[in-house]
């Protein structure tokens, strides 16, 4: 497809003097320069993963106590044995 851009002059004439050092024309390096942007754009970063700290028996379910469905019981469970300054 034909278009038209405008460029910044210096920046034009670095990318032609590129392709000719290259051996390509200006338009496959523009190409291959859009390439590398749209992809790096549309393609999310790989992650590093990340190895988190675990307590207990893997397996062994949950201690006696702990009731997933009640946000209240898990702040008591996790708030219990910690002196009130370390609450506020």
């Given at each position: 497809m034909r278009t038209t851009l405008n460029l910044d002059d210096d920046l034009l004439r670095a990318a032609?003097?590129?392709?000719a050092e290259r051996g390509t024309t200006l338009t496959a390096l523009m190409e291959d320069a859009l390439r590398i942007v749209v992809r790096r754009t549309s393609e999310?970063?790989?992650?590093?993963?990340?190895?988190?700290?675990?307590?207990?028996?893997?397996?062994?379910?949950?201690?006696?106590?702990?009731?997933?469905?009640?946000?209240?019981?898990?702040?008591?469970?996790?708030?219990?044995?910690?002196?009130?300054?370390?609450?506020?």
């Open positions: 032609k003097r590129l392709a999310p970063k790989p992650r590093k993963r990340r190895k988190l700290p675990t307590s207990g028996t893997p397996g062994a379910g949950f201690p006696p106590g702990v009731n997933l469905d009640s946000n209240a019981a898990m702040l008591e469970l996790m708030d219990e044995g910690l002196p009130l300054d370390k609450l506020r």
